[in-house]
């Protein structure tokens, strides 16, 4: 447990309180040693007899109240500055312990931010090589039967999204669910290309044994087959394309609102 600075500071004040009280008693205190007082007569006078004095009965009983009131006193007082230093830790603890949660809530809070600015830099990063690549070969053949050109993937460019992807779970609903959304049409048009891969690759089987005969009645019929799969084929990956082109729209449009860029 972290010792409080305002607790311990509170407690000396209360302590020092107290003390300057008690300091008050000591008059009362010494009174109550004077009983009796015996008087003596010079040696130089005739009278060789001693006189004493007694206190009266009222007397005594005015000293010892005077006593007990001033220890019901310095009890009262005593059990007033514990309270009082109970109270100033207390309001003490409290204040630190609001102030710890507003650091936590504020650090959280940028780790939040952090987190998206890393996607999005990701993600504008890759939409740049996109469009570099394949996805401008897919503009330039935008009209043709189907899409000739082949997808070379050879590994995970989606790091960052990997690694955060278990601190989605505390950000922003809205932003979380575009995020996740957006990476979900990505892999999909991923797999789009890759399947479009495949019929590539038998196409070109094909190709090659019309090309020994080009009167083989089966590969002329698998090559028909396989021509309008890549024809099925090239629609669905314009089509993913377009989803994907909304959703990151949609996606940095949200994270501008955050002010996250």
């Not at 931010?113 to 990063?125: C, F, K, S, T, Y």
């Not at 989606?158 to 996740?180: M, P, W, Y």
Request: aromatic share 10%; glycine share 4%; with cysteine.
């Amino acid at each position: 447990m972290k010792i409080n600075v305002f607790f311990i500071i509170g407690t000396i004040v209360a302590l020092f309180f107290t003390r300057n009280c008690f300091s008050q008693t000591n008059t009362a205190t010494e009174i109550v040693q004077t009983n009796i007082v015996n008087v003596q007569i010079p040696s130089t006078l005739a009278i060789t007899n001693t006189l004493s004095f007694e206190p009266e009965k009222n007397s005594l009983e005015l000293l010892r109240q005077a006593v007990r009131d001033h220890t019901i006193k310095d009890v009262f007082l005593l059990i007033f500055g514990a309270v009082i230093a109970g109270i100033i830790g207390f309001c003490a603890s409290l204040v630190m312990h609001k102030l710890e949660v507003r650091d936590k809530k504020n650090d959280d809070q940028e780790f939040k931010n952090n987190v998206l600015r890393a996607i999005r830099w990701e993600l504008e990063a890759l939409s740049q090589i996109y469009e570099a690549g394949i996805g401008g070969k897919l503009r330039e053949f935008e009209n043709a039967e189907f899409f000739p050109i082949k997808l070379c993937l050879t590994q995970d460019w989606f790091t960052v999204f990997n690694a955060n992807a278990v601190h989605l779970g505390k950000i922003d609903a809205e932003i979380s669910r575009q995020i996740i959304a957006t990476h979900t049409l990505n892999k999909g048009l991923i797999e789009q290309y890759r399947i479009n891969n495949i019929y590539l690759d038998d196409w070109g089987q094909i190709e090659l044994r019309l090309v020994v005969n080009n009167m083989d009645a089966y590969f002329t019929v698998c090559r028909e087959k396989r021509r309008q799969s890549l024809k099925k084929q090239f629609a669905l990956i314009k089509l993913t394309d377009a989803a994907l082109k909304e959703s990151v729209t949609q996606l940095l449009a949200l994270l501008d609102s955050h002010g996250i860029r």
